[in-house]
T-cell receptor, first 117, second 109 residues
Framework: GAVVSQHPSRVICKSGTSVKIECRSL??????MFWYRQFPKKSLMLMAT?????????EQGVEKDKFLINHASLTLSTLTVTSAHPEDSSFYIC?????????????FGPGTRLTVL | DAKTTQPTSMDCAEGRAANLPCNHS???????VYWYRQIHSQGPQYIIH???NNETNEMASLIITEDRKSSTLILPHATLRDTAVYYC??????????FGGGTRLMVKP
């Protein structure tokens, strides 16, 4: 199946700093990518939909000025957590649809664990 | 998107078949049934999906009832590495996926 990568896999930062997470589709192009967040023992919650060449669409309750999304190419979307605080500590996961081959399937990255001290 | 109902948890003996049910009574005609699993601290892994026909791949089989209101994911010979949370999701291709609570499958020796 198709591969989606994320970088970094783990990051620890001080409160008030900004953190950038990259999501790449390695062997297919993705006009749309999705960013999810998962807190311990909870299910994945969609944060935003990232569209190549246009503004991201954010879910209700997600601050667009805090979680900056840039989808500059068909294989790369970035999520920047600005002025991170301890409550932003979570597992961030991206995904992308592989459409147009024999089957339409959404693939997920391995996730990025963010810890804000 | 149609909602799904899954048991919270299930146990399975290693080497036996694991049958994970999912109810999706409000599924619409063009929605697929997708199955993913998430092993602790990893991103969800795609398993299989189908529209109305039964499907099989190297990981699992998917049985969809004729009325499409329920489905069963079958892991034919469960191993300890199959211990994970399994998510059944119904969706149109291309849209974001909405995750419910899933079924926590525990494969025991």
């Amino acid at each position: 199946g198709a591969v989606v990568s994320q970088h970094p896999s783990r990051v620890i930062c001080k409160s008030g700093t900004s953190v950038k997470i990259e999501c790449r589709s390695l062997d297919f192009q993705a006009t749309t990518m999705f960013w999810y967040r998962q807190f311990p023992k909870k299910s994945l919650m969609l944060m935003a939909t990232s569209n190549e060449g246009s503004k991201a669409t954010y879910e209700q309750g997600v601050e667009k000025d805090k979680f900056l999304i840039n989808h500059a190419s068909l294989t790369l979307s970035t999520l920047t957590v600005t002025s991170a605080h301890p409550e932003d500590s979570s597992f961030y996961i991206c995904s992308a649809w592989e459409i147009g081959r024999s089957t339409d399937t959404q693939y997920f990255g391995p996730g990025t664990r963010l810890t804000v001290l | 998107d149609a909602k799904t109902t899954q048991p919270t948890s299930m146990d399975c003996a290693e080497g036996r078949a694991a049958n994970l049910p999912c109810n999706h009574s409000t599924i619409s005609g063009n929605e697929y049934v997708y199955w993913y699993r998430q092993i602790h601290s990893q991103g969800p892994q795609y398993i299989i999906h189908g529209l109305k026909n039964n499907e099989t791949n190297e990981m699992a089989s998917l049985i969809i009832t004729e009325d499409r209101k329920s489905s069963t994911l079958i892991l034919p010979h469960a191993t300890l590495r199959d211990t994970a949370v399994y998510y059944c999701i119904v969706n149109n291709a291309g849209n974001m996926l909405t995750f419910g609570g899933g079924t926590r499958l525990m494969v025991k020796p």
